[in-house]
């Protein structure tokens, strides 16, 4: 139906068929894509990911294997996830212990709670009675 004989199609002519049929499409550079369900998240690390816009719609393509996680091993219901104690840089968590004094964990606990901003986690822990 594509293309030459052969079985195969030719993608230039793929493309030009679809620009005239006011499709188009671009790879995204995705880094990592999330869907979350009731029950799982699916995690695609390294996804190659395609944006096709068609009658006023944009329709997303995600090729490759995901990572299944528990529903709510990642963020809470409704709420954008905080950063975890993982995506929380060693340096951050030391540069707020020698500005306000705080023990690790309660400036790992500041900069989640502020989303990694060390300004902010150093102006919550001063805040703070001691």
Same mark, same amino acid.
């Given at each position: 139906?594509?293309?030459?004989?052969?079985?195969?199609?030719?993608?230039?002519?793929?493309?030009q068929m679809m620009k005239q049929m006011g499709?188009?499409?671009?790879?995204?550079?995705?880094?990592?894509?999330?869907?979350?369900?009731?029950?799982?998240?699916?995690?695609?690390?390294?996804?190659?990911?395609?944006?096709?816009?068609?009658?006023?719609?944009?329709?997303?393509?995600?090729?490759? =294997?995901?990572?299944? %996680? /528990? +529903?709510?091993?990642? @963020? *809470?219901?409704?709420?954008?996830? &905080?950063? !975890?104690?993982?995506?929380?840089?060693?340096?951050?968590?030391?540069?707020?212990?020698?500005?306000?004094?705080?023990? =690790?964990?309660?400036? %790992? /606990? +500041?900069?989640?709670? @502020? *989303?990694?901003?060390?300004?902010? &986690?150093? !102006?919550?822990?001063?805040?703070?009675?001691?």
């Open positions: 139906m594509f293309g030459g004989g052969g079985g195969g199609f030719d993608p230039r002519k793929m493309e499709i188009e499409s671009e790879d995204l550079d995705a880094t990592e894509v999330v869907i979350r369900t009731p029950d799982e998240e699916l995690v695609f690390a390294d996804a190659d990911v395609t944006k096709i816009q068609a009658q006023g719609q944009e329709t997303y393509q995600i090729v490759g =294997e995901p990572e299944t %996680r /528990e +529903a709510g091993s990642g @963020a *809470d219901a409704g709420e954008d996830a &905080a950063i !975890e104690d993982a995506d929380i840089p060693a340096d951050d968590v030391e540069i707020v212990t020698m500005r306000t004094g705080a023990s =690790e964990d309660d400036a %790992r /606990e +500041a900069l989640r709670e @502020a *989303d990694g901003d060390l300004a902010t &986690a150093v !102006e919550k822990l001063e805040a703070e009675p001691k």
